[in-house]
């Protein structure tokens, strides 16, 4: 039996997350969906088409723990990364070179934001935390290019379209803003505090055709192909890990103070 999700079922979903913790306003109206009862044909035709967030999907993935601040600079922060080059690596930080270890970034990434490309000058990275997570089958044809995003600042990306990708939060938590891409380009959400847009609650987003929510450690966020989405980190430390089908150009996705999401 095929299941309108979208229909009379969202309308249950939704209720049951009226409470659920949000940015200011504390709303969510994305789905959350049990990844692991999706039917494959049912992801191709349906649920795939709008934005929604799948749980269930990271369980067993190691990077729930391992990759805790302290833990990840342990096992990781002797692999080094350039300062800012075509994977989209750019950082603030003074007098540290133009190749600079991860542990190095670490212990600024309160106030830092950046995002990593599965590029040549990233591959040692790439390769070495693939052991802590399993690529879900419905995600692997969205996962020409891996991302890595790490960030504390509260501040995260604009408002941007491109192909389908998807995002699962590790650590910290990431405030998302999504909307049809027919729709006009929506006013930037003002992250001021990890608590998310602290000037604009519900109402504003819904003139706007905006849906929201705050997507929590182990959960997966599905964006739709073209649909315009921003985020916001939730946490000074805030990691997660996704894919995507291309690499945005730099400049598309700067934040106001200069960071990539």
Request: some cysteine; proline content about 6%; overall charge negative.
């Amino acid at each position: 039996v095929k299941r309108d999700l979208f229909g009379m079922a969202t309308t249950m979903i939704l209720a049951m997350l009226a409470a659920a913790p949000g940015a200011r306003g504390d709303y969510c109206n994305i789905p959350r969906v049990d990844g692991k009862g999706i039917d494959y044909e049912d992801w191709k035709a349906t649920i795939s088409k709008k934005p929604v967030i799948l749980t269930g999907l990271t369980d067993g993935w190691s990077a729930l723990e391992k990759w805790e601040k302290e833990e990840f600079s342990r096992n990781y922060g002797h692999l080094k990364l350039p300062r800012s080059s075509s994977t989209g690596v750019h950082f603030n930080l003074p007098n540290v070179g133009d190749v600079i270890n991860l542990s190095t970034y670490l212990r600024h990434s309160d106030r830092q934001h950046f995002i990593i490309y599965d590029h040549a000058e990233t591959v040692e990275i790439m390769n070495a935390i693939r052991e802590d997570y399993q690529l879900p089958s419905i995600l692997q044809t969205a996962s020409f290019e891996t991302i890595l995003s790490f960030g504390g600042a509260p501040q995260g990306a604009t408002f941007q379209r491109h192909q389908v990708a998807w995002l699962a939060t590790i650590f910290g938590r990431k405030h998302w803003w999504m909307a049809d891409p027919r729709l006009e380009k929506p006013p930037e959400p003002r992250c001021y505090s990890h608590e998310g847009d602290d000037a604009h609650g519900k109402e504003f987003w819904d003139k706007y055709g905006v849906v929201h929510c705050t997507v929590m450690p182990g959960e997966i966020i599905w964006v739709p192909s073209q649909w315009w989405h921003a985020t916001c980190n939730g946490a000074p430390y805030t990691v997660a890990l996704g894919g995507q089908q291309y690499v945005p150009n730099r400049d598309s996705v700067a934040t106001a103070s200069g960071a990539l999401p």
